[in-house]
């Protein structure tokens, strides 16, 4: 029987509420310093691959962002942070779907994805992950992508994961991006224990 991701989502966030999976995070801190440091525009077109439940669409909403998409496999996931953000959930655009199979019509200025490619251990789904990036993401377009270090977890909600080092990751994202910069970062999660991520930024050639 082939492995139904959504179905898999789903169920984590039936049985966890968004504050007490292993990746939650209070404040995105890497992740808002390394916006802020490519001095996009307020209405640049920003997307939060597998951001469902994620505070960084609020913090970017805080900020001023104003073209703010979030995509997730998970509908419960979704619904969290449409509930937490009230209102404010109307301006923002909300995509369930899983990103290796959904057909973007939008182009966007800054991918975003905090643990979702580790999660793709399959070549065929990663090369459909970048087919959809290459797609989505205008050239000169800025990419981050946030996974456990190779010497991070094996293993996340039960479920293997690919683990990255730079050069890993440099060799994954291809001649058609240019890395900016890389971030390590130790995630404790919220029962205290460690997750060793690395962030990769690259930047989309213009071709």
Known sequence: MSFNR??????VYGQKKPVEVSWYQVEPTV??????????DYAAKIIDVGGGASVLVDKLLDQGFQNLTVLDISPKAIHYAQERL??????????????????????????????????????????KYMRRLEE????????????????????????DIERYSLEKMKNEFGDSFKLVNSVSEVHITPWNKEQKFIYCFFKKIDK
């Open 86 to 127: 009230g209102r404010r959930a109307e301006n923002v655009s909300w995509i369930e779907a899983d990103v290796t199979e959904f057909e973007f019509s939008v182009q966007y200025d800054f991918w975003h994805d905090r643990a979702v490619f580790h999660f793709l251990t399959d070549a065929e789904d990663r090369t």
């Open 6 to 11: 959504k179905k898999h989502w789903e169920n």
């Open 136 to 159: 989505a993401l205008k050239p000169g377009g800025h990419i981050v992508i946030a996974a456990f270090a190779i010497d991070g977890p094996p293993k996340c909600s039960g479920l």
């Open 31 to 40: 992740s808002l310093k390394i916006i802020a440091s490519t001095e996009i």
